[in-house]
């Protein structure tokens, strides 16, 4: 056991340093405060014997864990026992002592310690099963907002699949029916990850809801306005988050898609007669700014066409080569025609792996006939 015993030079500490090293404990004497602090700082022992209330008093402040004991040159009187407890010293010795009574005492001063840090894990194992207990049941939640997968609407088969970093997810899809001849789709991505960007997408859900409700026929051919519109409601919530998304609105009869971007990357990917390319857009994340504007592209899906949406997660995890390098990665799976866990295949993704550095997403829109 390891001791750091301060004034040592003088008594009552310097008979306690021979009682001390005779009872065969490792004693490290300091001759001043600042040497204290060192010893403290540097070796870490498993405790502190200290001649006066002001060296309690600034060891506690810069090292609570260290247990502290006081010397008293006689029976200590109520107000020095109050002040000491009030620091948290684990004892106070009246000087001189009996070496067996200091061995006991010092014996208690090391058991109360583990019997604390013992208690202090078990309640933080305790709070960490329970915080693990309400994320998983976040997880159930969100994970049952999501729309059914997959999913046909008309001629348009729908997919997607979500691998959260952690429990909750920071990414979210959905895709519905508007009325009759519509429907809308988009692919969000919530700035940050966990449960406080899992808690955007509860409200990303609502708006969905929403549209369906009280969509204006000018959405339905420029869906910039829906963006618009959650960019606004966003703002008003004052959460201090944004929310990059691809939002689109497709036309039932005329098999035409406008699409619109909100700040997010990598863009959208068209498969076209077997041929991939990304569909550049400009717009600003919605959440973020005041004045925004998006310009919808319109496109227009023959049969076996698609278009696939990834998460900036995706690019995260790809390892080694350059930015140009995963883009292209991203189109030859998009190129291949597969499903999103084909896709997924293709990038070298391992669906079960954990500690992923951020929420990783795909949102397959494919037309069929």
């Not at 959650?230 to 944004?242: F, G, T």
């Not at 039932?252 to 498969?271: D, F, M, R, S």
């Amino acid at each position: 056991m390891s001791l750091v015993l301060a004034g040592a030079e003088q008594d009552p500490a310097a008979r306690l340093l021979s009682q001390l090293e005779q009872l065969g404990f490792s004693v490290l004497p300091a001759s001043d405060d600042k040497v204290v602090m060192e010893l403290c700082e540097h070796t870490v022992p498993e405790a502190v014997i200290v001649g006066s209330l002001d060296q309690a008093r600034t060891l506690a402040a810069e090292h609570p864990r260290i247990p502290l004991v006081l010397l008293s040159p006689s029976a200590p009187d109520a107000d020095t026992m109050l002040e000491a407890l009030r620091l948290g010293v684990s004892d106070v010795w009246p000087m001189p002592m009996p070496s067996e009574d200091i061995a006991d005492r010092l014996a208690a001063v090391w058991f109360r310690k583990t019997a604390v840090a013992s208690d202090a894990e078990r309640q933080l194992s305790t709070l960490v099963a329970e915080l693990e207990l309400d994320q998983r049941a976040g997880r159930y939640i969100q994970f049952g907002m999501l729309p059914p997968n997959p999913m046909a609407i008309d001629g348009f088969r729908l997919q997607h699949h979500i691998l959260p970093s952690l429990i909750l997810s920071g990414d979210f899809v959905d895709y519905f029916r508007i009325a009759d001849r519509h429907f809308a789709f988009y692919v969000a991505d919530v700035s940050g990850h966990g449960a406080s960007s899992a808690f955007v997408t509860v409200l990303l859900k609502n708006f969905s809801r929403r549209l369906r409700r009280e969509f204006r026929p000018s959405m339905l051919t420029s869906p910039g306005e829906i963006l618009a519109w959650i960019n606004r409601e966003l703002l008003e919530q004052k959460i201090d988050k944004h929310v990059a998304m691809i939002l689109g609105v497709g036309n039932l009869e005329t098999e035409e898609i406008q699409l619109v971007n909100g700040g997010h990357y990598p863009p959208a990917i068209l498969t076209q007669s077997g041929r991939s390319g990304f569909v550049e857009q400009k717009g600003k994340p919605v959440g973020l700014f005041e004045e925004v504007s998006y310009d919808a592209r319109a496109l227009r899906l023959e049969a076996g066409d698609r278009l696939v949406m990834f998460s900036d997660g995706v690019i995260d995890v790809m390892g080694t080569g350059d930015l140009t390098a995963k883009e292209q990665r991203l189109l030859n799976a998009a190129d291949s025609g597969g499903t999103v866990e084909e896709m997924w295949s293709l990038l070298g993704m391992d669906l079960n792996a954990g500690n992923r550095p951020d929420d990783m997403t795909c949102l397959l829109v494919q037309k069929e006939s």
